[in-house]
């Protein structure tokens, strides 16, 4: 069974730092693109980042461009388990974060985001 | 950066009732194209992708079509537990951007 689990969510003041996990099971997790989605209270879902699994552009990242230069997504496969390193926050960057796993990779992209994590909320405020 | 616009925001519907929604991106994406179901305080759950793939498990009351730019959800006979908020995505290019959803309440 997939499982991705997702901790480090807290409250920072604005300008602070954070570090996302999301560890994960029950799947090659070496082999799959991995990717952080957010959403702020209320609102809907926004796509964060992205980076490549064996399968694909190996440890190739994406950012939304809003935190492009803050934002750093990495991966330890050893350990299975997802990062968002997390500079600078902002109020806006107040938001549940959920880790999601790309699904249905085949020539090299991959078509959907077929398994989600329950989300871990992070609040930005002074 | 594609955009993708959704209508409509929000739809009241009764059980039973045939529910489409649609999704039009602001240039042409191929079917490279999911949507997703997010219940209040729920992760959001695969239903479609490649426009009209049904992700395993899923009932078949859910359909997509649709290719290009403009694409619809159908939920053909509108069940108790469908009342959500559904979201498109493209994933024909990065950022992966996601619609800004429909939400389904009941009439």
């Known amino acids: 069974e997939v499982k991705l689990l997702e901790s480090g969510g807290d409250l920072v003041h604005p300008g602070g730092s954070l570090r996302l996990s999301c560890a994960a099971s029950g799947f090659t997790f070496s082999i799959y693109d991995m990717s952080w989605v957010r959403q702020a209270p209320g609102e809907g879902l926004e796509w964060v980042s992205a980076?490549?699994?064996?399968?694909?552009?190996?440890?190739?990242?994406y950012y939304t461009d809003s935190v492009k230069g803050r934002f750093t997504i990495s991966r330890d496969n050893s350990e299975n388990t997802l990062y968002l390193q997390m500079n600078n926050l902002r109020a806006g960057d107040t938001a549940v974060y959920y880790c999601?796993?790309?699904?249905?990779?085949?020539?090299?992209?991959?078509?959907?985001?077929?398994?989600w994590g329950q989300g871990t909320l992070v609040t930005v405020s002074s | 950066d594609i955009q993708l616009t959704q209508s409509p925001s929000f739809l009241s519907a009764s059980v039973g009732d045939r529910v489409i929604i649609t999704c039009r991106a602001s240039q042409a994406i191929n079917t490279y194209l999911a949507w997703y179901q997010q219940k209040q305080g729920s992760a959001p759950k695969l239903l479609i992708f490649t426009a009209s793939t049904l992700q395993r498990g899923v009932s078949s009351r859910f359909s997509g079509s649709g290719s290009a730019t403009e694409f619809t959800l159908t939920i053909s006979s509108l069940q108790p537990e469908d009342f959500a908020t559904y979201y498109c995505q493209q994933v024909h290019s990065y950022p992966y951007t996601f619609g800004p959803g429909t939400t389904v309440d009941i009439k």
């Open positions: 980076i490549g699994g064996s399968g694909g552009s190996e440890g190739t990242t």
């Open positions: 999601a796993k790309l699904g249905y990779c085949t020539g090299g992209r991959c078509y959907n985001f077929d398994y």
